[in-house]
């Protein structure tokens, strides 16, 4: 069996097990890219305390973020951990933003994306992740997201080796999939969904059933 042909057995799998996820959970497309910089070295759940802190102060905008201080905005996003750097690096992204946008993600996101890919790779503190969740879910962008899920439950299904970096597992998706928003974006969520419940740092493999037979034989299903 093909790459192409075990990726997709895998998604049927997952979205026959979990169900369409809603990823990402965020009301405006700026607000998944503050939670995109935000999630970095932490868990959902307290991102998710940060946005809210945001909402209630008025900050979930480009314009607000980039005249409120620095000291004050850490604060704000203290529950995510890390809330000084994390702060400087939103500081960082609207700098960005304004300076060669005009502070519109509209027109950020107007261009060829992969050209858009590089300049944001070169903001600092926009690692490959982050860029690549702020492409596919607050641009619509056709790129796919690799996290630490991704690479733990497809080296452990054999399909990327477990040494391998970032833009190799990503190759895996982008060169045999199609590349499609809707797709790449339910695959991801449902990743992140199938290895919290199971493909965890000590997998709990009871009741997973994702795995192979042996090489070249298909998937048990779930």
Not at 14 to 23: A, T
Not at 128 to 150: M, Q, W
Request: glycine share 8%.
């Amino acid at each position: 069996m093909g790459s192409e042909q075990r990726l997709r057995e895998i998604f049927d799998l997952l979205l026959h097990r979990y169900g369409p996820r809603h990823w990402w959970p965020a009301e405006t497309p700026f607000e998944v890219c503050v939670g995109a910089i935000l999630t970095q070295n932490t868990n959902w759940g307290n991102v998710e305390k940060a946005i809210a802190n945001l909402r209630r102060e008025g900050l979930l905008s480009p314009e607000a973020l980039r005249e409120v201080p620095a000291a004050h905005l850490a604060e704000t996003i203290r529950p995510a951990g890390y809330y000084n750097v994390k702060s400087a690096r939103l500081k960082d992204f609207v700098t960005y933003l304004f300076g060669r946008y005009g502070g519109s993600l509209e027109r950020m996101f107007a261009g060829e994306w992969r050209e858009l890919r590089e300049e944001l790779l070169g903001v600092r503190g926009i690692g490959r992740e982050t860029c690549d969740s702020i492409l596919l879910y607050a641009g619509e962008k056709p790129t796919f997201v690799v996290d630490a899920y991704t690479k733990r439950l497809f080296s452990a299904l054999g399909l990327v080796d477990a040494s391998a970096d970032y833009e190799t597992v990503r190759a895996l998706f982008m060169e045999n999939l199609p590349a499609d928003v809707p797709l790449f974006n339910e695959y991801h969520a449902l990743i992140v969904e199938h290895c919290k419940e199971h493909c965890r740092k000590t997998p709990r493999c009871g009741g997973c059933r994702l795995h192979l037979h042996c090489s070249g034989q298909s998937l048990t299903r779930i």
